[in-house]
Protein backbone atom coordinates (compact mmCIF):
# COMPACT_ATOMS: atom_id res chain seq x y z
CA UNK A 1 0.00 0.00 0.00
CA UNK A 2 0.88 3.39 -1.44
CA UNK A 3 -0.44 6.90 -0.01
CA UNK A 4 -0.09 10.05 -1.51
CA UNK A 5 -0.26 12.95 0.87
CA UNK A 6 -0.87 16.47 -0.95
CA UNK A 7 -1.06 19.13 1.55
CA UNK A 8 1.14 22.41 1.96
CA UNK A 9 0.91 23.08 5.79
CA UNK A 10 4.11 20.98 6.69
CA UNK A 11 2.98 20.39 10.49
CA UNK A 12 -0.02 19.02 9.24
CA UNK A 13 1.62 16.52 6.48
CA UNK A 14 4.19 15.72 9.08
CA UNK A 15 1.50 14.21 11.52
CA UNK A 16 -0.56 12.92 8.89
CA UNK A 17 2.45 11.11 7.39
CA UNK A 18 3.96 9.72 10.29
CA UNK A 19 0.25 8.13 11.71
CA UNK A 20 -0.20 6.47 8.51
CA UNK A 21 2.90 5.21 8.50
CA UNK A 22 3.23 3.75 11.74
CA UNK A 23 0.12 1.89 10.56
CA UNK A 24 2.32 0.44 7.61
CA UNK A 25 1.23 2.91 5.22
CA UNK A 26 3.89 4.38 3.09
CA UNK A 27 3.46 7.65 2.35
CA UNK A 28 4.51 10.59 0.07
CA UNK A 29 3.78 14.18 0.05
CA UNK A 30 3.39 16.95 -2.23
CA UNK A 31 3.54 20.64 -1.02
CA UNK A 32 1.66 21.95 -3.80
CA UNK A 33 -0.22 21.17 -6.67
CA UNK A 34 1.74 20.57 -9.15
CA UNK A 35 4.40 18.61 -7.53
CA UNK A 36 1.42 16.32 -6.52
CA UNK A 37 0.54 15.89 -9.95
CA UNK A 38 4.11 14.41 -11.05
CA UNK A 39 4.41 12.34 -8.38
CA UNK A 40 0.80 10.74 -9.40
CA UNK A 41 2.33 10.56 -12.97
CA UNK A 42 5.15 8.50 -12.09
CA UNK A 43 3.45 5.88 -9.48
CA UNK A 44 0.51 3.79 -8.52
CA UNK A 45 -1.16 4.80 -5.31
CA UNK A 46 -3.63 3.02 -3.42
CA UNK A 47 -5.17 6.38 -1.68
CA UNK A 48 -4.66 9.95 -2.64
CA UNK A 49 -5.65 12.54 0.43
CA UNK A 50 -6.01 16.05 -1.07
CA UNK A 51 -6.38 19.62 0.32
CA UNK A 52 -8.45 22.34 -1.40
CA UNK A 53 -6.56 25.57 -0.98
CA UNK A 54 -3.02 24.52 -2.79
CA UNK A 55 -0.74 26.23 -4.93
CA UNK A 56 0.52 25.63 -8.19
CA UNK A 57 -3.52 23.61 -9.03
CA UNK A 58 -6.10 23.75 -6.71
CA UNK A 59 -7.45 20.56 -4.93
CA UNK A 60 -10.56 20.27 -7.03
CA UNK A 61 -9.25 20.51 -10.16
CA UNK A 62 -6.20 18.30 -9.58
CA UNK A 63 -8.66 15.72 -8.12
CA UNK A 64 -10.74 15.47 -11.51
CA UNK A 65 -7.41 15.33 -13.36
CA UNK A 66 -6.68 12.40 -11.35
CA UNK A 67 -10.04 10.70 -11.81
CA UNK A 68 -9.52 11.32 -15.52
CA UNK A 69 -6.46 9.59 -15.58
CA UNK A 70 -7.05 6.79 -13.07
CA UNK A 71 -10.60 6.48 -12.35
CA UNK A 72 -10.91 3.70 -9.74
CA UNK A 73 -7.81 5.59 -7.65
CA UNK A 74 -9.77 6.77 -4.24
CA UNK A 75 -9.48 10.16 -3.07
CA UNK A 76 -10.20 11.97 -0.01
CA UNK A 77 -10.54 15.96 0.41
CA UNK A 78 -8.91 17.01 3.65
CA UNK A 79 -9.88 20.83 3.94
CA UNK A 80 -10.67 23.37 6.05
CA UNK A 81 -13.87 24.44 4.05
CA UNK A 82 -16.29 23.50 5.70
CA UNK A 83 -19.40 24.87 3.09
CA UNK A 84 -22.16 22.13 1.74
CA UNK A 85 -21.24 23.99 -1.83
CA UNK A 86 -17.82 23.23 -0.98
CA UNK A 87 -18.59 19.65 -0.48
CA UNK A 88 -20.78 19.13 -3.23
CA UNK A 89 -17.83 20.62 -5.59
CA UNK A 90 -15.47 18.06 -4.27
CA UNK A 91 -17.49 15.18 -5.01
CA UNK A 92 -18.31 16.77 -8.19
CA UNK A 93 -14.79 16.52 -9.10
CA UNK A 94 -14.61 12.95 -8.19
CA UNK A 95 -13.49 12.76 -4.69
CA UNK A 96 -14.85 9.24 -3.10
CA UNK A 97 -15.00 11.10 0.77
CA UNK A 98 -14.36 14.55 2.00
CA UNK A 99 -13.04 15.25 5.88
CA UNK A 100 -13.44 18.60 7.55
CA UNK A 101 -10.46 20.25 9.54
CA UNK A 102 -9.85 19.68 12.51
CA UNK A 103 -9.99 16.57 12.39
CA UNK A 104 -9.08 12.97 14.62
CA UNK A 105 -6.25 11.15 12.54
CA UNK A 106 -8.05 7.63 14.02
CA UNK A 107 -11.35 9.19 11.80
CA UNK A 108 -8.97 9.61 8.61
CA UNK A 109 -7.54 6.38 9.59
CA UNK A 110 -10.75 4.43 8.91
CA UNK A 111 -12.19 6.26 6.19
CA UNK A 112 -8.88 5.41 4.54
CA UNK A 113 -8.69 1.70 5.53
CA UNK A 114 -12.82 1.94 4.15
CA UNK A 115 -11.98 3.17 1.04
CA UNK A 116 -9.27 0.62 0.22
CA UNK A 117 -11.37 -1.96 1.29
CA UNK A 118 -14.56 -0.75 -1.15
CA UNK A 119 -11.67 0.17 -4.06
CA UNK A 120 -9.86 -3.07 -4.48
CA UNK A 121 -10.65 -5.92 -1.67
CA UNK A 122 -13.70 -6.68 -1.89
CA UNK A 123 -14.54 -10.23 -2.16
CA UNK A 124 -17.99 -11.86 -4.07
CA UNK A 125 -18.91 -15.33 -4.95
CA UNK A 126 -19.54 -13.64 -8.49
CA UNK A 127 -17.16 -11.96 -10.28
CA UNK A 128 -19.37 -10.14 -13.06
CA UNK A 129 -22.97 -9.15 -12.08
CA UNK A 130 -25.50 -8.92 -15.08
CA UNK A 131 -28.38 -7.25 -15.04
CA UNK A 132 -29.66 -6.54 -18.75
CA UNK A 133 -27.27 -6.05 -21.20
CA UNK A 134 -25.81 -4.37 -18.22
CA UNK A 135 -22.29 -6.07 -17.16
CA UNK A 136 -20.06 -5.15 -14.05
CA UNK A 137 -16.70 -7.20 -13.45
CA UNK A 138 -16.18 -7.13 -9.42
CA UNK A 139 -12.15 -7.58 -10.02
CA UNK A 140 -11.06 -5.78 -12.71
CA UNK A 141 -13.63 -3.05 -12.13
CA UNK A 142 -15.11 -2.70 -15.60
CA UNK A 143 -18.98 -1.97 -16.24
CA UNK A 144 -19.96 -2.46 -19.64
CA UNK A 145 -23.27 -1.48 -21.09
CA UNK A 146 -24.61 -3.78 -24.84
CA UNK A 147 -20.67 -4.26 -25.28
CA UNK A 148 -19.82 -0.62 -24.83
CA UNK A 149 -17.27 0.52 -21.97
CA UNK A 150 -18.76 2.96 -19.09
CA UNK A 151 -15.96 4.77 -17.40
CA UNK A 152 -16.73 5.01 -13.74
CA UNK A 153 -15.44 7.26 -11.02
CA UNK A 154 -14.74 4.88 -7.97
CA UNK A 155 -17.57 6.00 -6.14
CA UNK A 156 -19.51 5.84 -8.41
CA UNK A 157 -18.48 2.21 -9.19
CA UNK A 158 -19.31 1.49 -5.45
CA UNK A 159 -22.63 2.66 -5.64
CA UNK A 160 -23.55 0.84 -8.94
CA UNK A 161 -22.03 -2.53 -7.44
CA UNK A 162 -24.26 -1.92 -4.43
CA UNK A 163 -27.08 -1.11 -6.56
CA UNK A 164 -26.36 -4.57 -9.21
CA UNK A 165 -25.72 -6.53 -5.94
CA UNK A 166 -29.41 -5.62 -4.80
CA UNK A 167 -31.18 -5.31 -8.51
CA UNK A 168 -34.63 -5.53 -7.79
CA UNK A 169 -34.98 -4.25 -4.57
CA UNK A 170 -35.57 -0.77 -3.63
CA UNK A 171 -32.31 0.58 -1.21
CA UNK A 172 -32.57 3.37 0.86
CA UNK A 173 -30.78 6.68 0.99
CA UNK A 174 -30.02 5.35 4.07
CA UNK A 175 -28.80 2.32 3.06
CA UNK A 176 -26.94 4.17 0.39
CA UNK A 177 -24.70 6.22 2.59
CA UNK A 178 -24.53 3.64 5.60
CA UNK A 179 -23.32 0.75 2.67
CA UNK A 180 -21.37 2.90 0.17
CA UNK A 181 -20.06 5.97 1.94
CA UNK A 182 -20.03 4.15 5.64
CA UNK A 183 -21.22 7.33 7.05
CA UNK A 184 -24.39 7.80 9.34
CA UNK A 185 -26.87 9.56 7.28
CA UNK A 186 -26.89 13.16 6.87
CA UNK A 187 -30.59 14.80 5.69
CA UNK A 188 -28.65 18.20 4.69
CA UNK A 189 -26.87 16.74 2.29
CA UNK A 190 -27.74 15.49 -1.26
CA UNK A 191 -24.78 13.81 -2.23
CA UNK A 192 -26.64 10.41 -2.80
CA UNK A 193 -29.12 12.01 -4.81
CA UNK A 194 -26.15 14.04 -7.07
CA UNK A 195 -24.42 10.43 -7.58
CA UNK A 196 -27.37 8.67 -8.39
CA UNK A 197 -28.05 11.28 -11.72
CA UNK A 198 -24.14 10.83 -12.67
CA UNK A 199 -24.77 7.33 -12.48
CA UNK A 200 -28.26 7.61 -14.52
CA UNK A 201 -26.72 9.54 -17.32
CA UNK A 202 -24.08 7.14 -17.46
CA UNK A 203 -25.68 3.52 -17.69
CA UNK A 204 -29.06 4.91 -19.29
CA UNK A 205 -28.54 8.18 -21.27
CA UNK A 206 -29.06 6.83 -25.25
CA UNK A 207 -30.23 3.16 -24.36
CA UNK A 208 -34.51 2.86 -25.13
CA UNK A 209 -34.36 0.13 -21.73
CA UNK A 210 -33.63 2.09 -18.19
CA UNK A 211 -32.39 0.48 -16.19
CA UNK A 212 -32.08 2.94 -12.98
CA UNK A 213 -35.34 3.98 -11.36
CA UNK A 214 -36.24 6.21 -8.72
CA UNK A 215 -39.32 5.00 -5.91
CA UNK A 216 -40.63 8.19 -4.49
CA UNK A 217 -40.40 8.50 -0.71
CA UNK A 218 -38.61 5.54 -0.65
CA UNK A 219 -35.05 5.13 -2.42
CA UNK A 220 -33.78 3.50 -5.85
CA UNK A 221 -33.49 0.46 -7.58
CA UNK A 222 -32.03 -1.37 -10.41
CA UNK A 223 -34.56 -3.52 -12.54
CA UNK A 224 -35.49 -4.48 -16.30
CA UNK A 225 -38.93 -3.12 -17.12
Known amino acids: MNFLLIEDEVSVSNFIKKGFESEGYPTDVAYDGIIGHNFFSKKEYDLIILDVNLPGINGFELCARFKKERPITPIIFLTALDALDDKISGFESGADDYLVKPFEFQELLLRAKALIRRSGSKVLTDKKIKLADLELETQGKIVTRAGKRINLTAREFALLEYLMINHGRVVSRIDIAQRVWDLDFDTSTNV???????????IDKGFESKLLHT???MGYTLREE
Open 192 to 202: IDVYINYLRKK
Open 215 to 217: VVG
